[in-house]
C-alpha cells in the first residue's frame, strides 16, 4: 500500500515506481498464495488467508494512522 501511494504521489521516479509496486504485488503474491482479492479467497474457502486477514488488519492499521496525522480542519469562518 505504501508502495502505491508513492509511486502515485510522484515521490520516486518511473524506474523506481514500476519496481515498487512490482514488489509489493510479488511480495503480495507469495505470501498470499496467489490470491490477493480477499473476496476471492473468501469464495474458495480461504478465509483464513493472509489476503483476508492482512487486508482487514491493515485497513484498521492505516485508519488509525490516518486519523493520528490528518491535518487539522481550518476554523470555521462565519460571515
Do not use: D, H, Q, R
Not at 502505491?4 to 524506474?15: G, R
Not at 496467489?34 to 489476503?51: H, K, Y
Amino acid at each position: 500500500m505504501l508502495a502505491v501511494a508513492a509511486a502515485t504521489e510522484k515521490k520516486v521516479t518511473k524506474a523506481g515506481s514500476g519496481l515498487a509496486v512490482g514488489g509489493a504485488l510479488l511480495a503480495g503474491l507469495l505470501v498470499s498464495g496467489g490470491v490477493l482479492n480477499p473476496a476471492v479467497a473468501i469464495a474458495m474457502g480461504l478465509a483464513g488467508s493472509p489476503a483476508v486477514w492482512a487486508t482487514l488488519l491493515s485497513g484498521v492499521a492505516f485508519g488509525l494512522l490516518f486519523s493520528l496525522f490528518e491535518p487539522a480542519k481550518p476554523p470555521k469562518v462565519e460571515e
